[in-house]
């Protein structure tokens, strides 16, 4: 949030309400909530532009929370929204809001929704009712919601709902209200229809629009990330481990995300810090100092905190929470690129903010291009050339003669190859922070364009059988597990095939011996993969595969199947091994 000037407190709220808007982390109003607020607090009829993602629901829920009779326990605040999940959301946003007024009851009902459950919370007289638009219309029919003490009605993504055609039925719930009413209706855009509603039902409305204004951002690369699958902090780790940086500036929309994220980043290695409202002039002065002289190298600050932040190390800007608005993106991004320098900026995006990114592309006129997410494999990599020049460093600056000797005779008394030694010293030196990324505990969700890819793959996979490429080289595996373990040829084909999503014809011999078993991989499988095989269990233990040669095959193909469909497995006989 950028040019707004005024606070929380400037704007006549009851002190109960600014106490949860600190409880909620809230520094400073956004641009709807700082022209929204004064007028609905004053009864006038708003007509608010504005999409998710602007802070509307507090703009609204905010001031008319203020005005308020709890002593009442009649419906005196209507809200209506297109859908169910949007009812839940604005219903717990009134509570969170609402959570230091004694006696104040919310209630969200929609379609779905077992009746009497609705009739029976309606009895215990909510004071403000969020609803999808055929269920509070039936109960209006049915009588069972009491409308003769309401003052306020708002429409919540108006343009949604005549989208999903419930605009009738909006009309006429409009038509039952009290005509003295106050309303609020907020749309992203403004079609012919509404625009009808806002003349026919509203009472000379004000018009709250924010304007966004061009600005030019040219010398900052700029590019987003569409939030899926891997959540927002993992993400946020994975580029920080992968992109090239000097400072960088991690933009969260509250005061409390900013010292959650700084804690988890402090955990993960980084040298981080806060950077808030909350924290003293001193402090905050102090913290800027650190980033400059490069004691610290990532803040995570809101708006208001980092506003004329000037440090030329800065060259990495993440908007881990988009902002509300254009202006506040272009405050934001001009963090970086400062003294005619190359800045990057990366944008974290949820499905339902991408209207948000598509005012900034217009606004800066400038394409924000996408970025898939650095794999796994990626970030592994990363980690062993950092490992490997740490290697290189201590060689060159430490005095090694002891270890080097007490590596010789290690390898002696354990009989272990100079490779097998350094295999397991390896191990030990990365085992508190491991070299490779474990797998994701949940399944990957993937974005509908990636969706769509991967469909299209799996298919490819799965029909392209007879063009495989026949002479490759493979990796030879070792499986912990072997005929002791009563296990066979057919086991370790299922579960590799099935746990690792390999498609079967990837899977080249395998061998049975007693205490282990050999099985063949295509060259190069990703290191995250494997790491999920380690973990993968056969006849009830762990695979622990590790790597033990290369091999030619002239059978099969190489590329491992990363798909999200089913790989087609035929069961092996043991004659192939
Ligand atoms: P909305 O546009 O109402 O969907 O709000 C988007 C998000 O912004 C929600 O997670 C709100 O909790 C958050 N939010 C709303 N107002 C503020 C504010 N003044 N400061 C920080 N976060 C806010």
């Given at each position: 949030m950028s040019d707004t000037t005024v606070a929380f407190s400037d704007l006549n709220l009851n002190p109960s309400i600014l106490k949860a808007l600190k409880d909620e982390g809230y520094e400073t109003p956004s641009p709807i909530q700082a022209e929204c607020i004064p007028l609905l607090l004053d009864g006038t009829d708003v007509l608010g532009m504005a999409q998710t993602g602007t802070g509307k629901t507090a703009a609204f829920a905010l001031p008319l929370l203020n005005r308020?009779?709890?002593?009442?326990?009649?419906?005196?605040l209507l809200v209506l929204t297109p859908t169910r999940e949007l009812a839940i959301q604005v219903a717990e946003a009134f509570q969170a809001y609402a959570r230091?007024?004694?006696q104040f009851h919310v209630l969200p009902i929609y379609g779905g929704q077992n009746y009497s459950l609705q009739l029976k919370q309606l009895r215990r007289g909510p004071q403000v009712v969020v609803g999808t638009p055929g269920r509070v219309l039936d109960h209006i029919n049915r009588k069972t919601?009491?409308?003769?003490?309401?003052n306020a009605l708002v429409l919540d993504e108006a343009d949604e709902m005549l989208r999903m055609g419930f605009i009738d039925d909006v009309e006429t719930i409009m038509a039952e209200t009290p005509e003295s009413r106050q309303t609020a209706l907020f749309s992203a855009t403004m079609p012919q229809q509404i625009k009808r509603i806002t003349k026919r039902y509203m009472n000379d409305p004000k018009e709250v629009k924010i304007a966004a204004k061009t600005s030019t951002v040219e010398n900052i690369e700029q590019i987003f990330w569409k939030?899926?699958?891997?959540?927002k902090i993992d993400a946020l780790s994975r580029i920080l481990e992968t992109e090239e940086y000097d400072g960088v500036i991690v933009f969260a929309r509250t005061k409390t995300a900013t010292v959650e994220l700084a804690e988890k980043l402090e955990a993960r290695g980084y040298a981080a810090s806060a950077l808030n409202g909350d924290m003293n002039q001193t402090l905050r002065e102090r913290t800027v100092s650190r980033l400059k002289s490069g004691k610290l190298d990532i803040l995570i600050a809101t708006d208001v905190a980092a506003?004329?932040?000037?440090?030329?190390?800065?060259?990495l800007v993440i908007n881990y929470d988009i902002p509300y608005d254009t202006e506040a993106y272009v405050h934001r991004i001009g963090r970086?690129?400062?003294?005619?320098r190359k800045g990057k900026a990366i944008l974290f995006v949820a499905h339902r903010e991408r209207r948000l990114l598509f005012a900034i592309e217009k606004a800066t006129k400038q394409k924000i291009t996408e970025m898939d997410l650095p794999s796994r494999d990626i970030v592994t990599k990363k980690r062993v050339t950092a490992f490997r020049d740490q290697i290189q460093q201590v060689f060159s600056e430490e005095k090694l003669h002891f270890y080097q000797e007490l590596s010789d005779q290690l390898s002696e008394e354990l009989s272990l190859s100079p490779a097998e030694l350094a295999g397991a010293l390896l191990y030990l030196a990365q085992?508190?922070?491991?070299l490779q990324m474990p797998a994701d505990p949940e399944p990957r969700k993937s974005s509908f364009r990636e969706d769509r890819k991967d469909g299209r793959e799996g298919r490819r996979d799965r029909d392209d059988r007879s063009s495989r490429s026949n002479s490759e080289t493979w990796d030879r595996y070792k499986l912990e597990v072997g005929r002791n373990d009563s296990v066979e040829v057919k086991h370790i084909v299922g579960a590799i095939a099935n746990e690792a999503d390999i498609?079967?014809?990837f899977i080249g011999h395998i061998k049975l011996h007693d205490s282990y078993s050999t099985i063949e991989l295509p060259e190069g499988m990703p290191d995250d993969l494997l790491a999920k095989l380690k973990t993968v269990q056969i006849c009830g233990k762990n695979t622990n595969i590790e790597f033990l040669d290369k091999t030619k095959n002239s059978r099969r193909p190489s590329r491992p199947h990363r798909g999200k469909s089913k790989p087609h497995v035929k069961p092996r006989r043991e004659q192939r091994s």
């Open positions: 308020l009779d709890l002593k009442q326990s009649k419906p005196q230091h007024m004694k919601l009491d409308l003769s003490a309401l939030v899926a699958g891997v959540n506003r004329g932040l000037d440090v030329d190390r800065i060259d970086t690129g400062r003294a005619g085992k508190e922070k491991p498609n079967s014809r």
